[in-house]
């Protein structure tokens, strides 16, 4: 036997007395020994993250100390003010998603094209977003937006307007100060994105006669559309659950389902619908979550 038969064969286990091949145990043995460094980890996952899950799910089918029924899904699908707050949810989630990507694609458009020193510049501004408390930069557009804010005083001095406009306590002004916490989600993987895509290939089609725009619509825009995508997505997910900034901006006119829940659970001890509501929202976001690990493997 040559040295390479001998390999392969000690490869799919040991050669015992007279030639006999023993089946290998070492992958067998590891197996458990895997099992039991990982446990740890799955213990404190199972007890941080799935448990409060389960406890909201067996209360969707009732008191944990009564037999389980479906009495509430029942009561949930029958009243028209959860689907309509869902719906409104689902709709400015979607209307903020759509606007992030208009403001985010130019700005990491433009960032992607600039050196590698000033690229660094930009992109440590949007980081910088994310020290600042969510609280303290939604009561900061109370400033801007409020009566006597900085947005009215300056069309009162334009005199494009004899009264404040309200842009406080409405759809408007929730929106606005979600795009605002929202956009660095959809700055930075979209402009990684644009940073990875070869820049020889627009300059190929425009050596080919396309012109500038052309190009960039033909060429760059397709390639960076998956990461766009994606990211929107994300977007989508993340104002689905949002708190604080509807709460503060919508000052209670404008209720999204995070504040529902919130009436439901504090003010009415409502648990069961209010479970009932977060086990609808955890299967849409979801599903949603899905569509974005897909588009975000097709974007890499």
Same mark, same amino acid.
Request: aromatic fraction near 10%; avoid cysteine.
């Given at each position: 036997?040559?040295?390479?038969?001998?390999?392969?064969?000690?490869?799919?286990?040991?050669?015992?007395?007279?030639?006999?091949?023993?089946?290998?145990?070492?992958?067998?043995?590891? $197996?458990?020994?895997?099992?039991?460094?990982?446990?740890?980890?799955?213990?404190?996952?199972? !007890?941080?993250?799935?448990?409060?899950?389960?406890?909201?799910?067996?209360?969707?089918?009732?008191?944990?100390?009564?037999?389980?029924?479906?009495?509430?899904?029942?009561?949930?699908?029958?009243?028209?003010?959860?689907?309509?707050?869902?719906?409104?949810?689902?709709?400015?989630?979607?209307? !903020?998603?759509?606007?992030?990507?208009?403001?985010?694609?130019?700005?990491?458009?433009?960032?992607?094209?600039?050196?590698?020193?000033?690229?660094?510049?930009?992109?440590?501004?949007?980081?910088?977003?994310?020290? !600042?408390?969510?609280? *303290?930069?939604?009561? =900061?557009?109370?400033?801007?937006?409020?009566?006597?804010?900085?947005?009215?005083?300056?069309?009162?001095?334009?005199?494009?307007?004899?009264?404040?406009?309200?842009?406080?306590?409405?759809?408007?002004?929730?929106?606005?100060?979600?795009?605002?916490?929202?956009?660095?989600?959809?700055?930075?993987?979209?402009?990684? =994105?644009?940073?990875?895509?070869?820049?020889?290939?627009?300059?190929?089609?425009?050596?080919?006669?396309?012109?500038?725009?052309?190009?960039?619509?033909?060429?760059?825009?397709?390639?960076?559309?998956?990461?766009?995508?994606?990211? #929107?997505?994300?977007?989508?997910?993340? #104002?689905?659950?949002?708190?604080?900034?509807?709460?503060?901006?919508?000052?209670?006119?404008?209720?999204? *389902?995070?504040?529902?829940?919130?009436?439901?659970?504090?003010?009415?001890?409502?648990?069961?619908?209010?479970?009932?509501?977060?086990?609808? $929202?955890?299967?849409?976001?979801?599903?949603?979550?899905?569509?974005?690990?897909?588009?975000?493997?097709?974007?890499?």
């Amino acid at each position: 036997m040559n040295s390479s038969s001998a390999s392969e064969t000690t490869r799919g286990g040991s050669v015992g007395p007279g030639g006999a091949t023993r089946p290998a145990r070492a992958g067998g043995r590891r $197996l458990p020994q895997i099992l039991w460094l990982a446990l740890p980890g799955l213990l404190l996952v199972v !007890v941080v993250f799935d448990l409060p899950l389960l406890n909201t799910m067996r209360w969707s089918l009732g008191d944990p100390n009564d037999p389980p029924t479906l009495r509430f899904y029942s009561e949930f699908a029958q009243s028209s003010v959860y689907g309509a707050v869902i719906l409104r949810t689902l709709v400015l989630s979607a209307k !903020v998603a759509a606007l992030t990507a208009l403001i985010g694609y130019p700005l990491a458009y433009w960032a992607s094209g600039l050196s590698k020193r000033r690229q660094i510049a930009v992109i440590g501004l949007v980081v910088m977003t994310f020290w !600042v408390s969510i609280l *303290v930069r939604t009561y =900061a557009w109370i400033v801007v937006l409020g009566t006597n804010g900085i947005v009215n005083n300056a069309f009162a001095d334009l005199g494009l307007t004899s009264e404040p406009i309200s842009f406080l306590y409405n759809e408007i002004s929730i929106i606005i100060g979600m795009v605002n916490v929202l956009m660095p989600f959809f700055i930075l993987p979209v402009f990684s =994105a644009m940073v990875g895509i070869d820049k020889q290939l627009v300059e190929v089609a425009e050596t080919l006669g396309a012109s500038r725009l052309r190009a960039f619509w033909t060429v760059f825009f397709p390639l960076s559309l998956p990461a766009v995508i994606a990211s #929107s997505i994300l977007i989508f997910i993340l #104002s689905l659950g949002f708190y604080i900034t509807p709460a503060i901006l919508g000052g209670g006119r404008v209720v999204l *389902v995070a504040n529902m829940m919130d009436l439901l659970i504090n003010r009415f001890a409502n648990w069961e619908i209010a479970a009932v509501i977060a086990v609808v $929202l955890m299967i849409t976001t979801l599903a949603l979550y899905a569509v974005y690990q897909v588009m975000r493997e097709r974007a890499q």
